[in-house]
């Protein structure tokens, strides 16, 4: 009954291209033995995690089952845990995560609203078994702006390095073009009219258990494991096909 609450929470409250790519890993992922089940549920109200598609040891060594444990059952579960309680009894707990997050004043409500949309889109651009290169209209786009792969990979990289204190590293469609952004703290695309494809959180959480201060490795390590092309691919099809 959760599990089904749960998702039908998620498909009303975020993009169809989000919830498509989130259930073929849902299904990819539902056969291994260990369950992925969220450690509680969200405080009552009508925003909810998206279901985590892999168990969360099936990161790992890449990104520790501890990690999993803490990012998705904590620092998320905060986040819409927080967004539930401010909802509550106004307006906006009948509103949509994406009009909350194009009308709210900066503050909690935004916040909560923003990383709460953030942690949705990162874990689904995750999967075991995932990395190396895409394929198909993607892989043509990143050569037709980058020049190559390897350029892109570059330039995402220094951005994700680079990116002082806390926020994401966004591999967006804007105006027909692909580019690599940073944003900080909760901000993202959607607030500067860019379509995001992927994304990483570099929110210190997401890998100091498991490399500490070293942010490169755990890049890396997400290039060469962990990034689920299938959900760029499937969210730079939608972007093209809706003239994003
Ligand atoms: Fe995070």
């Known amino acids: ?31 291994p033995a260990r369950a992925a089940e969220p450690q509680a549920q969200e405080a009552a109200g009508p ?3 998206v279901p985590l598609g892999f168990p969360m040891n099936s990161l790992s060594p890449y990104i520790s089952e501890e990690t999993v444990e803490y990012h998705y059952g904590k620092h998320y579960k905060a986040n819409v845990d927080a967004l539930n309680k401010l909802v ?5 707990a009948a509103m949509s995560l994406d009009k909350i997050i194009m009308t709210a004043a ?10 709460t949309w953030n942690h949705a889109f990162y874990f689904s651009s995750l999967r075991p ?3 190396g290169e895409p394929s198909g209209l993607l892989a043509g786009a990143i050569n037709r702006d980058f020049g190559s792969f390897a350029k ?49 959180d570099v929110w210190e959480h997401a890998y100091y258990i498991d490399y500490r201060n070293a942010r490169p490795k755990y890049i890396d390590a997400v290039f060469d494991h962990l990034i689920n092309w299938d959900f760029a ?11 994003s």
């Open 152 to 200: 892109f990979r570059e330039a995402y990289a220094a951005a994700a390095q680079t990116l002082f204190g806390s926020g994401w590293t966004w591999l967006v469609l804007d105006a027909g073009r692909l580019k690599v952004v940073q944003t900080f703290n909760a901000d993202l695309p959607m607030k500067h009219g860019q379509t995001p494809l992927f994304v990483l």
């Open 233 to 243: 691919a499937a969210n730079y099809a939608r972007a093209v096909a809706v003239g």
């Open 88 to 92: 509550a009894g106004k307006p906006e």
């Open 47 to 49: 925003f909810a995690r």
């Open 1 to 31: 009954m959760r599990s089904e609450l749960s998702i039908r929470k998620f498909s009303i409250l975020l993009p169809v291209a989000l919830f498509c790519a989130s259930r073929a890993v849902l299904v990819r992922a539902a056969e």
């Open 106 to 115: 900066p503050g909690p409500l935004f916040n909560n609203a923003a990383q």
């Open 129 to 131: 078994d995932g990395g």
